[in-house]
């Protein structure tokens, strides 16, 4: 078989791995409020959620295009295929680590971190497109302050406007309403996070000679969104403990309030093509309704553990992808 259509093979399957890993990874956040309330039990938060991821994941491509040409230029990148295949290694292996260790880290900056830090081992700093790059960067930094303000602007309307009803009842109806809330947080992340497969895919593609535009070819859309359904379908269950009862005690009000604010913030940034991390904004936007509620409610030390890894996770990934680079470029 020809080297680079070896290659590209290869960055196919991995980045496919990656979105499997990406849907029992990142999905677990999307439903741990739901499955803590017990609004829904993990077998149908597990069907919901990758039904929806599916359906999410074959509704846009704006973040894929994002992806493919904003980080570096495919068609300048020399040596492409295996500088991609360096950073999908890398971020895999970092969500691997994490998920191993319950750590809800973000795949976004993981995978954008790898991209980069990979790029820039093999051409230097140069081959950034700093203009696309920033962009990105600036909304993930952004989104998360964003859910945690959005987090307790909502939870506060519903305190105000629920305050006189009948606890029982209110509690009944808001358990309802978080198989609502819970359906639109999966679908909001297939919006973004499979497309960052679909993403890298198409620019391997392109570096490799086989695609002549940045957009995302038909079977990349479909096999993509099939990778993150089935990952959905196997489950992140450390992280759904972490998510979804160790940050604070999360009732059905709560868990509404955050699913809701958290996928109103994903989905705007689908809407304008940024892609976020759906940890990130998950997670601030329950430490936003525990501090409408009660500040001391929420557990800041077990935040600031993940507010700890969210910072590093960037930089480890590219240089894990440098150092992989260098090793890969031994062999090919």
Known sequence: MDTILMLTV?????ALAFDFINGFHDTANAIATSVSTRALTPRQAIILAAVMNFVGALTFTGVAKTITKDIVDPFALENGPVVILAALTAAI??????????????????LIGSIAGAAISAAGFGILNYEGFLKILQSLIISPFLALAVGFIVMSLFRIMFKNANLTRTTRGFRMFQVVTAAMQAYTHGTNDAQKAMGIITMALIAANYHATTDIPEWVRISAALAMGLGTSVG???IIKTVGGKIMKIRPVNGAAADLSSAMIIFAATTFHLPVSTTHVISSAIMGVGAAQRVKGVKWGVAQRI????????????????????????FF
Do not use: D, E, M, R
């Open 10 to 14: 290869l960055i196919v399957i991995f």
């Open 93 to 110: 292996a970092w969500n691997l680590i994490t998920w191993y260790y319950g750590i809800p880290s973000s795949s976004s900056h993981a």
């Open 236 to 238: 992140g269950w450390k």
């Open 307 to 330: 507010v700890l890894t969210w910072i590093i996770t960037l930089p480890i990934s590219a240089l894990i992808a440098g150092f992989v680079y260098q090793v890969l470029k031994l």
